[in-house]
């Protein structure tokens, strides 16, 4: 049961992070783009 547990918590953990990942990057390119506005 653990090893079969292992790799769907890894996957999890990296599906976060690539999450916060691209909440980040859609922020900056939205400031940046009302920064080009104004």
């Known amino acids: 049961m653990p090893v079969n547990m ?7 953990m990296h599906l976060y992070f690539y999450d916060k990942t691209i909440l980040l990057v859609h922020r900056l390119y939205y400031i940046k783009q009302v920064l080009a506005l104004v």
Not at 6 to 12: C, D, F, V
């Open 6 to 12: 292992t790799p769907t918590r890894e996957a999890s």
